[in-house]
Nanobody
Framework: QVQLVESGGGLVQAGGSLRLACVPSGRTANIKYMAWFRQAPGKAREFVAAIMRLGSSTTYADSVKGRFTISRDNAKNTIHLQMNSLKPEDTAEYYC????????????????????WGHGTQVTVSA
């Protein structure tokens, strides 16, 4: 079992920045990938960014490329999502997710692949 706790959400004006954090606990050695997804009211959950637990590979949704950066702090066992140049359309509940099973040629971006989820942190960007 893996538990995930997100933090760092809040209210920010358009053009501003926020930095989200996700701290995993439990059987963290089994984690292969960690990702951020988001879900706005009335919309489906969508992929934002993902990173390998070991190694440096990352992948991003086209809508956040060049604005968001996912990173890993191994010393603190934490992943971060640095969000710059925020837009009102980035407003959503942001969820951290972890994948422990399976072999993949590319980093998975489908929510169904990720077994463990945090409770989410709200990001609101005002115009």
């Amino acid at each position: 079992q893996v538990q995930l706790v997100e933090s760092g959400g809040g209210l920010v004006q358009a053009g501003g920045s926020l930095r989200l954090a996700c701290v995993p606990s439990g059987r963290t050695a089994n984690i292969k990938y960690m990702a951020w997804f988001r879900q706005a009211p009335g919309k489906a959950r969508e992929f934002v960014a993902a990173i390998m637990r070991l190694g440096s590979s990352t992948t991003y949704a086209d809508s956040v490329k060049g604005r968001f950066t996912i990173s890993r702090d191994n010393a603190k066992n934490t992943i971060h999502l640095q969000m710059n140049s925020l837009k009102p359309e980035d407003t959503a509940e942001y969820y951290c997710a972890a994948l422990t099973d399976g072999q993949f040629l590319v980093i998975p971006t489908t929510a169904g692949r990720y077994k463990y989820w945090g409770h989410g942190t709200q990001v609101t960007v005002s115009a």
